[in-house]
T-cell receptor, first 113, second 113 residues
Framework: AQSVTQLGSHVSVSEGALVLLRCNYSSSVPPYLFWYVQYPNQGLQLLLK??????LVKGINGFEAEFKKSETSFHLTKPSAHMSDAAEYFC???????????FGTGTRLTIIP | EAEVAQSPRYKITEKSQAVAFWCDPI?????LYWYRQILGQGPELLVQ????????DSQLPKDRFSAERLKGVDSTLKIQPAELGDSAMYLCASSLRVRDTQYFGPGTRLTVL
């Protein structure tokens, strides 16, 4: 069965600093990988997704993630944090894109002014 | 931009009462999902519809939960009777087809007293 591990339930960075949110996955077949963002009392919004092809994926709001098969990782980065980035971020996996999404437990990102 | 609609946004009920949540997916989306998100955790799939048919309800507590999508458009999730442990955010999502990106609604936050 597939699974997702997000290292760090809480991450704090200063405004303008690099954002790095970690995600490791397990999947028996080549995975589809996703990052979603959730603002308080709202649904999830897709930031970016990896299906096949280029391993560096660019998303909305300046975020990007790199699929590293050898490390079974899909870490999310943003070069310069903005106050509006404060939210909860979820990594998710779907083996081959054919199976249901399995989400990690989330990482709450706090931006320090 | 088309969105997934959910109502109500908030629901407070007493245990043993019945509650129902409604979801209207993006027009034309054949696949509809109901998720439960317990505070501090990632969403967990409860039920998936393809048009009006259930394709996955393996995680749905069928003794108290039911879901329907009679005309293959909007959907209702019901809990009867509600228990304290049902307090959570209930999210609806839809996608054009099974392997396509899922778009989430704002959710219904349920509190059971």
């Amino acid at each position: 069965a597939q699974s997702v591990t997000q290292l760090g339930s809480h991450v704090s960075v200063s405004e303008g600093a690099l954002v790095l949110l970690r995600c490791n996955y397990s999947s028996s077949v080549p995975p589809y990988l996703f990052w979603y963002v959730q603002y308080p009392n709202q649904g999830l919004q897709l930031l970016l997704k990896y299906t096949t092809g280029a391993t560096l994926v660019k998303g909305i709001n300046g975020f990007e993630a790199e699929f590293k098969k050898s490390e079974t990782s899909f870490h999310l980065t943003k070069p310069s944090a903005h106050m509006s980035d404060a939210a909860e971020y979820f990594c998710a996996v779907s083996p081959g894109g054919n199976e249901k999404l399995t989400f990690g437990t989330g990482t709450r990102l706090t931006i320090i002014p | 931009e088309a969105e997934v609609a959910q109502s109500p946004r908030y629901k407070i009920t007493e245990k043993s009462q019945a509650v129902a949540f409604w979801c209207d997916p993006i027009s034309g989306h054949a696949t509809l999902y109901w998720y439960r998100q317990i505070l501090g955790q990632g969403p967990e799939l409860l039920v998936q519809f393809q048009d009006e048919s259930v394709v996955d309800d393996s995680q749905l507590p069928k003794d108290r939960f039911s879901a329907e999508r009679l005309k293959g458009v909007d959907s209702t999730l019901k809990i009867q009777p509600a228990e304290l442990g049902d307090s959570a955010m209930y999210l609806c999502a839809s996608s054009l087809r099974v392997r396509d990106t899922q778009y989430f609604g704002p959710g219904t936050r349920l509190t059971v007293l």
